[in-house]
Every structure is written in C-alpha cells, then in structure tokens.
C-alpha cells in the first residue's frame, strides 16, 4: 500500500495535469482566433484564381475577387491570401501574401455599405522559391481585414 506521501503526491500531479488541460480547453474555445469578424467577406461563387507567373525573381499570382459588404458604413478593406500549399510545394518562399487591386493601384479598397463588387482583379505577389508550378488552381484561403481609420 502506498504511503500517505505517494498518494498526496499523485493528488497534487492530477490536480496540476486537470488545471493545465481545462486552462488549454478554455483557450482553444475562446481564445484561439484573435482575428475580429469583418462585415466584408469575399462572394466565393463568383471569385477565382485566373492565374500565375514568375518574373524577376518573382511569383505574380492573379486573382478575380468579388466582395460584399454586409454592413450599413462603407468599410476600407485590404486582403491577405493564404498560400500554404504553395509554400510547401516549393513555389513561394512564404505563405502570406498581401492583395493588390490592379485597377485602384492600391493595397486597399473601399466597399459601401450594402454593396457588393463583382470581379476586381487583384495581385498577390511573393518570392520565387524555384519551382514554377502551382498545386492547383484553386481560389486560396483570403482573410479580409477592415482597416480603421
């Protein structure tokens, strides 16, 4: 039979193990996206990647995206495009890529309230990692970020 101290002992670990997963729990539900709801989001039915290349160095990739702004305010948004699979597949020396909007020569654009905007052709730009396929042509992941003025 163990003795008092071995059985206080395997208390006090399952007491520190049951505080360290509930506090994990707790972040996991509540703490994990520290990113804010945007009243933008991107209208994915009629948004597409239309294609790439390399030049100088450099991997252009060009996309149609259409926004919609669910809000009553006009919103000033930029977007970040998730290139994850291109990352890994050797294309791009990084995943995140930030969007230029051809046509407003801007990094940013404004949506009014209520609206939406059909096919703007954006720009993601990233560094070429030497190998000059994409994995598919699929539309990336695009987070759109509300930016306050």
Same mark, same amino acid.
Do not use: W
């Given at each position: 039979?163990?003795? =008092? ?5 395997? $208390? ?13 729990? *707790? ?7 520290? =990113? ?30 259409? *926004? =919609? ?17 291109? *990352?890994?597949?050797?294309?791009? $020396? ?9 046509? =407003? ?15 703007? $052709? ?28």
């Amino acid at each position: 039979m163990p003795d =008092k101290r071995g059985v206080y002992l395997m $208390k006090v670990v399952f007491l520190i193990i049951t505080i360290v997963l509930i506090c994990y729990l *707790l972040f996991r539900v509540f703490g994990g996206n520290n =990113k804010e709801k945007c009243d933008v989001m991107v209208v994915e039915d009629k948004s597409f990647l239309s294609g790439f290349e390399v030049k100088d160095n450099e991997v252009h990739i060009y996309c149609e995206i259409s *926004l =919609k702004n669910n809000s009553n305010e006009t919103k000033k948004v930029k977007l970040m495009g998730d290139f994850q699979q291109e *990352l890994e597949n050797g294309l791009l $020396k990084e995943s995140n890529l930030e969007a230029y909007f051809i046509e =407003k020569a801007s990094n940013s654009v404004e949506v009014e309230g209520k609206s939406n905007i059909n096919y703007m $052709k954006v720009e993601f730009v990233g560094e070429y990692a030497g190998y000059s396929r994409m994995s598919n042509r699929m539309l990336p992941d695009i987070d759109v970020i509300e930016i306050m003025e």
